[in-house]
């Protein structure tokens, strides 16, 4: 899920017109505040909340270009006037509209021309009613659950997306709403001001209906010219804050063109990317993603995420992501090369070692930081540490292709050891069979787990003898040379294949995904469980849809969240950039010693977090405050930079 606050202000906005208080004269771009709104990008879906006076303005700054539904918490213009500036978004198909009865009515009043399919004409904007029943709502796969809450004397709607809600222009929020409202974790809440209103929450108010909500984490929005940013953060805890226009925004954001020839000797041109978030903690650090469907809206989800897997190493790294949506699937090594090196004739601006230092991702391997490296080094006439993951010949790291998959089965190790257990005699199912696979497979068989599944895209093998050091050699072979399928394994080696299904459905005590992204939904969780896991570890990145963490949470698991569990790879490239600096290279054994450090460091950190805020053994929950700690403890030190 990934949530963007386009406006956090109340009906006049801040600054407001005409106003000379602190407030609406202040330079902090966090005071200033356009009318309340939301975009939710929620299980394949992109819901817009409220579509008030300032909606063209926000759609622009948050690259806004399709959404698939609009929700309206009620029907006050400050959350309606803008309904004209959905044209854009309705020129392939009518968009499809949702509130309460008194709005919708309220609305096809005003705005005949828009929602009255007899009005329509090419060119206006076309939108469909549909009142709300008090049913969840469906946008493609996605279900969103309308919340009864009051506003003064009127009957509203908030909306509940999986874990998340948000609950605006709020002054109370009936009792059986309470109950539409258990499991959520995180929740957006109206504030209108210190002093009392008779429609708002004030800041007091929301604060105690976050507590009494029992969320891990709470933003204060609908926010009027009474309340200063800065003061207001500083005066509430970690877990609740307000939020902001553009709530993700990066430090930097820059975009070019990247042209070069192909080889039949024409021209293309792709766009290149690099979001440089936040540089609190040391130079941004985060890996650059080729493929086609790399924008501006993913990179600043990924750079955002990869702030706080920073934070976590206890190394001094920022973060930033950055790309191009060029595929080198396919391409000649001439044609990625030419790619390359015009890609990094732009981005050798802004960076340097102790500015900012990508490394590889998605379409992005040894060969494509072959040629990166080689331009910047031709451009800037210096051998420097500028990118990470380097082949060994000429700066890169031992243990770095093995990272991420240690690193998984050490921050599993000490989840087990704080419960006084270890892998010994434990059987465990990985998915994928890659990189990450293949080296947490080789690091559980050596710590004395029996490892019994493998797959890929086609399907997964069930060894119920267990995989060996022999037998994951053969694969290594079988994937990393010869690029075949992991059926010949069940053909080499007389195990079972199960075509098409995934390996949750086998009995285990611990699961590793580390195949792709949501691979463990609620469905597979439950099986899980039911199956006998107890630990489960993100190898990949967000491997376990919101629901199958609320399942796993529930039935007492230990789970290692892909932001602490999976963050040795980040790790190892902060030591690749240690080995540089001080033209050295570590052997292994020093390499995984010190990664093992990390990890461990991670897991005190998370785990202290969780005990401090009341839940004791949710690293999830851990993680996100330690990161976050971190993080904004430094950026206060530093000032308003």
């Not at 309308?146 to 998340?164: A, C, E, L, S």
Request: proline share 4%.
């Amino acid at each position: 899920m990934k949530i963007r606050f386009l406006g956090t202000g109340t009906s006049n906005g801040v600054p407001v017109i005409g106003c000379e208080c602190a407030v609406c004269r202040s330079q902090n771009p966090r005071n200033k505040r356009s009318r309340a709104s939301i975009l939710v990008e929620f299980q394949g879906a992109r819901v817009l909340v409220d579509a008030g006076p300032d909606l063209r303005q926000q759609a622009l700054a948050a690259e806004l270009s399709t959404i698939d539904a609009v929700l309206f918490t009620h029907g006050h213009a400050d959350h309606t006037h803008g309904i004209d500036d959905l044209r854009v978004f309705t020129w392939e198909r009518p968009l499809p509209a949702y509130g309460s009865e008194y709005t919708m009515a309220g609305l096809r009043r005003t705005f005949a021309y828009i929602m009255d399919p007899e009005h329509w004409t090419a060119g206006r904007p076309q939108v469909e009613s549909h009142v709300l029943n008090g049913e969840a709502v469906a946008v493609g796969d996605a279900r969103v659950l309308p919340i009864p809450i009051m506003h003064g004397k009127r009957r509203i709607y908030g909306y509940r997306f999986g874990r998340f809600a948000y609950l605006t222009d709020c002054s109370a929020i009936p009792d059986e709403s309470y109950g539409l409202l258990e499991g959520v974790d995180v929740v957006v809440l109206d504030a209108l001001r210190r002093r009392a209103h008779p429609t708002h929450f004030t800041v007091d108010e929301a604060v105690a209906e976050a507590r009494r909500l029992g969320v891990s984490q709470a933003y204060l929005t609908h926010m009027c010219h009474d309340l200063d940013h800065d003061e207001l953060a500083a005066s509430l805890p970690p877990e609740i804050q307000p939020a902001y226009d553009g709530l993700e925004e990066p430090e930097r954001m820059m975009l070019f063109r990247v042209p070069w020839v192909d080889d039949r000797g024409h021209v293309q041109v792709n766009r290149g990317y690099r979001i440089q978030f936040n540089s609190a903690l040391g130079p941004y650090k985060g890996g650059l993603r080729f493929h086609p469907t790399v924008n501006a809206s993913i990179l600043k989800f990924l750079a955002f995420e990869q702030v706080f897997k920073n934070a976590l190493t206890t190394l001094p790294l920022g973060g930033g992501k950055g790309g191009s949506d060029f595929d080198p699937k396919g391409k000649s090594n001439g044609e990625v090369m030419r790619f390359c090196q015009s890609f990094m004739t732009e981005l050798a601006r802004h960076i340097g070692k102790d500015t900012d230092v990508p490394a590889g991702d998605i379409g992005v391997g040894a060969r494509e930081i072959g040629y990166l490296f080689g331009q910047y080094k031709r451009i800037a006439n210096e051998f420097t540490g500028v990118l990470t993951g380097k082949s060994l010949g000429w700066g890169g790291s031992l243990i770095r292709p093995e990272a991420t998959g240690y690193g998984a089965v050490y921050f599993g190790r000490e989840m087990l050891a704080a419960q006084g257990a270890d892998y010994e005699g434990k059987t465990a199912v990985v998915s994928g069979s890659g990189n990450v696979a293949q080296f947490t497979a080789q690091k559980l068989v050596e710590l004395g787990a029996k490892v019994v599944t493998l797959s890929d895209s086609a399907g997964f093998i069930h060894d119920a003898e267990g995989i060996t050091e022999e037998k994951l050699e053969w694969v290594m072979e079988l994937k990393n040379i010869r690029r075949g399928r992991i059926k010949e394994y069940a053909n080499e080696f007389g195990c079972t294949y199960v075509e098409g299904e995934r390996p949750w459905i086998v009995e285990c005590d611990a699961a590793f995904p580390s195949a792709t992204q949501n691979e463990i939904e609620q469905a597979d969780a439950e099986v899980l469980v039911k199956g006998g896991c107890r630990l489960v570890c993100e190898g990949a990145n967000m491997p376990c849809s919101p629901e199958a963490v609320d399942v796993f949470l529930k039935a007492g698991a230990l789970f290692g969240p892909g932001k602490a569990a999976n963050a040795g790879g980040v790790a190892t490239s902060g030591l690749e950039m240690s080995q540089n600096a001080m033209r050295l290279s570590w052997p292994a054994e020093e390499v995984d010693g010190r990664l093992q450090g990390i990890m461990r460091a991670i897991h005190a950190a998370a785990a202290e977090a969780a005990a401090e805020y009341g839940s004791a053994g949710n690293y999830v929950l851990g993680a996100n405050i330690a990161g976050f700690k971190k993080v904004a403890e430094a950026m206060l030190d530093q000032g308003v930079v």
